[in-house]
């Protein structure tokens, strides 16, 4: 029997009209489609109903966008994403900066074990993450693989509710294909904007910096038009590692943050097999490096690029001491080590046994043997005012007294060494 929509649908008697075929029973007539919101608003309309920014991250991420945290490996990027994806789950405020409370998503690509050990460690020191909306991923998840992102969505929808930060740690590991390639990064990017827009969340992807650009997201350049925040970790001095904000798309750059490591010792379920107790650490707030008023006069270009060099191998052995309990200004390298860094900056090294004896004799570095150290004058950006940085005695951020955090402790953890970060 014809339904009453086909006898509507009959044009009146005497019409040259053909009446319309009859529906093949059981096929399903599709439901009307709603209408597209329009493409353009008035302007005064959009003026007479002001958006304040939402920030997730006052002053570092906004919600509903696209940020990078850029940072060579080791610089601590990691301890960097998950201290801020820890607060955001609990609402509390980021070393002083107001936080808006969100369900968090950690795509741990690098392990998810050693960011466990992280989390532990920052709940001993800081807060409770027992009852915390913070998720982690067993391991990495390629966005740009349609399959897999569908994945990811699915396991979203069945949560109590959306996240407001998706981290992805780091982009290679979240990447099918060749970073350099348009199409591979292309797609990663669309990925990221389908989960932004799907949940009104902000992504924040740790990745390595360009080689020819420092600073500047490495691979093909569709990542860098994407971002709307930019964040960058730096190593410096005594351990020191300094997180600026070189972009910010909706409004002025956030101040420079400053951090040191701290080792935690985990509980004693956390040891090992031997009973041998298992070591991680958190970050904490620090000053931030003095600038110096007295750089080195005299020197050619050359000489202070070498010595520029120096300095920036000499901060990473001082950042692994100072995470290991020990003192910073036993931090060296070897000759050959620095030799090989001014080589891959570019520079002509054939003149590098005189740069050497020229910071030598200016008393900038110190030889011992095959060694190189910095002298204390090169130190002048931490030692003008005769101290070194050092922990904020009034930040925020340590509501629970910095209990757990030891000073001293072993150069090794549980894996013959710290944990990559």
């Not at 349609?146 to 407001?164: C, N, R, S, T, W």
């Not at 925020?396 to 710290?418: A, K, Q």
Request: charged share 25%.
């Amino acid at each position: 029997m014809l339904n009453s929509e086909y006898w509507d649908a009959v044009p009146p008697y005497g019409c040259d009209e053909a009446p319309p075929a009859a529906p093949t029973a059981g096929v399903k007539i599709p439901e009307p489609q709603a209408a597209r919101p329009p493409l353009f608003t008035a302007i005064g309309e959009l003026l007479a109903h002001p958006r304040p920014i939402d920030w997730l991250v006052r002053g570092w991420l906004e919600r509903n966008t696209t940020a990078a945290l850029i940072a060579e490996p080791g610089r601590g990027k990691s301890f960097v994403a998950l201290d801020m994806a820890c607060c955001v789950a609990l609402g509390k405020p980021w070393h002083g900066i107001r936080t808006k409370q969100a369900r968090g998503l950690f795509l741990a690509g690098e392990g998810q074990a050693a960011m466990v050990r992280r989390a532990c460690a920052w709940g001993i020191v800081y807060d409770d993450l027992s009852a915390a909306p913070l998720h982690l991923s067993s391991g990495g998840v390629a966005l740009n693989d349609k399959d897999a992102l569908a994945f990811i969505q699915a396991e979203i929808d069945a949560m109590p509710e959306p996240p407001g930060l998706v981290i992805v740690d780091t982009l290679q590991r979240g990447l099918s294909g060749d970073e350099n390639s348009a199409e591979a990064m292309g797609g990663f990017v669309d990925a990221l904007d389908s989960l932004r827009q799907k949940y009104t969340c902000t992504c924040l992807v740790i990745h390595h910096p360009s080689k020819t650009a420092p600073g500047e997201p490495r691979g093909h350049s569709s990542l860098k038009g994407a971002i709307d925040t930019m964040a960058v970790l730096e190593a410096r001095e005594r351990g020191v590692i300094v997180l600026t904000n070189p972009k910010q798309r909706g409004g002025d750059t956030a101040r420079p943050l400053a951090f040191q490591f701290r080792t935690v010792e985990l509980p004693q379920a956390w040891a090992d097999e031997d009973g041998t107790p298992t070591e991680s650490a958190v970050l904490v707030a620090c000053d931030l490096p003095q600038v110096s008023t007295k750089p080195e006069k005299g020197l050619g270009d050359k000489q202070r690029l070498a010595l520029s060099i120096l300095k920036r191998l000499i901060a990473e052995y001082e950042r692994n001491l100072a995470q290991g309990g020990r003192d910073t200004k036993a931090a060296k390298v070897e000759l050959s080590e620095w030799r090989k860094a001014a080589k891959e900056e570019g520079m002509a090294i054939h003149n590098f046994s005189r740069w050497i004896a020229a910071l030598e004799d200016r008393r900038l570095i110190t030889i011992d043997g095959i060694f190189v150290s910095l002298a204390d004058s090169s130190h002048s950006s931490f030692e003008e005012n005769g101290e070194s940085s050092v922990v904020a005695p009034h930040s925020p951020h340590l509501p629970l007294g910095m209990r757990g955090v030891r000073n001293e402790t072993t150069s090794e953890d549980e894996e013959g060494g710290y944990e990559e970060f």
